[in-house]
């Protein structure tokens, strides 16, 4: 009797990749349990409300780590009042090491955190310790969170970028006001990809600025009272808001302080 190689073959190899699939699982699941259970080890959770819950990977600079959750809270707070919505629990993850923030981030060193998956995602301490409010960039991403709880992800991002800034305490005067089609190009840049640090930056103040300028016509709380209908909007800057057409209000000069 003759054996046939190939129709033993196709009859075995169901088989055989079932064992390879058993073989793997065996070698490389307790492989991973391993590094899941030694990346928990090394995490520290800091509570300091019921809303914000920090975790810190690498367990360096404890201290400024515990300020800067006791700012998260106070924000969560504040941001909870103006904008009436409660986005529900937040959790903070400062990364352990800078391979960790490429591999899970995918932005640009400059960047020092980011929303992933409804959790907000910094560089490690050492970065933030460099920083000289490194409460900022997390309270930054926090303002986020509630501005889209109510807009959506349709809110122009100078609008988003800006109100961002502003009420993670930055403050920007403008030098000029820029025409219609500026800030369409503005709006333009801001949606690419990251760009170099310098220009991303004063793309970011000038946002701040027409924003700071917004506020000192309006009020915060008016300007976010509007954000949906801006959100909701065709052409955002024609968006009417207490009778005036959001262009004009920003082109309008101020007659009222800068809200502290």
């Known amino acids: 009797m003759r054996f046939d190689t190939e129709n033993n073959l196709q009859k075995w190899r169901?088989?055989?990749?079932?064992?390879?699939?058993?073989?793997?699982?065996?070698?490389?699941?307790?492989?991973?349990?391993?590094?899941?259970?030694?990346?928990?080890?090394r995490e520290m959770v800091i509570e300091?409300?019921?809303?914000?819950?920090?975790?810190?990977?690498?367990?360096?600079?404890?201290?400024?780590?515990?300020?800067?959750?006791?700012?998260a809270c106070l924000s969560f707070a504040r941001f909870r009042k103006i904008f009436g919505v409660d986005p529900g629990k937040i959790?903070?993850?400062?990364?352990?090491?800078?391979?960790?923030?490429?591999?899970?981030?995918?932005?640009?060193?400059?960047?020092?955190?980011?929303i992933r998956d409804h959790e907000v995602l910094t560089q490690p301490s050492s970065s933030l310790l460099r920083l000289e409010h490194p409460e900022r960039p997390v309270v930054h991403e926090i303002?986020?969170?509630?501005?889209?709880?109510?807009?959506?992800?349709?809110?122009?991002?100078?609008?988003?970028?800006?109100?961002?800034?502003?009420?993670s305490g930055d403050r920007q005067s403008i030098e000029r006001m820029p025409e219609r089609n500026e800030i369409w190009m503005?709006?333009?840049?801001?949606?690419?990809?990251?760009?170099?640090?310098?220009?991303?930056?004063?793309?970011?103040?000038?946002?701040?600025?027409?924003?700071q300028r917004l506020i000192d016509k309006l009020g915060v709380e008016v300007l976010v009272s509007s954000l949906a209908a801006i959100a909701q909007a065709r052409d955002p800057l024609s968006t009417m808001v207490r009778g005036r057409k959001l262009f004009n209000l920003m082109a309008e000069s101020v007659d009222v302080p800068s809200q502290k």
């Open 14 to 41: 169901p088989c055989l990749g079932l064992l390879l699939c058993v073989l793997l699982i065996t070698v490389f699941f307790p492989f991973a349990q391993r590094s899941a259970a030694a990346q928990t080890d």
């Open 186 to 211: 503005l709006e333009k840049r801001l949606n690419a990809p990251d760009d170099t640090r310098r220009k991303r930056r004063k793309d970011y103040r000038l946002s701040l600025a027409l924003v």
């Open 143 to 167: 303002a986020h969170m509630f501005i889209r709880q109510v807009a959506g992800h349709g809110c122009p991002r100078w609008l988003d970028e800006g109100l961002a800034q502003w009420l």
């Open 91 to 114: 959790r903070i993850r400062v990364l352990g090491n800078m391979e960790r923030w490429r591999d899970i981030a995918h932005r640009a060193w400059y960047i020092v955190s980011v």
């Open 48 to 71: 300091k409300c019921e809303r914000v819950q920090v975790i810190l990977e690498d367990k360096g600079a404890q201290a400024m780590i515990e300020r800067l959750a006791s700012h």
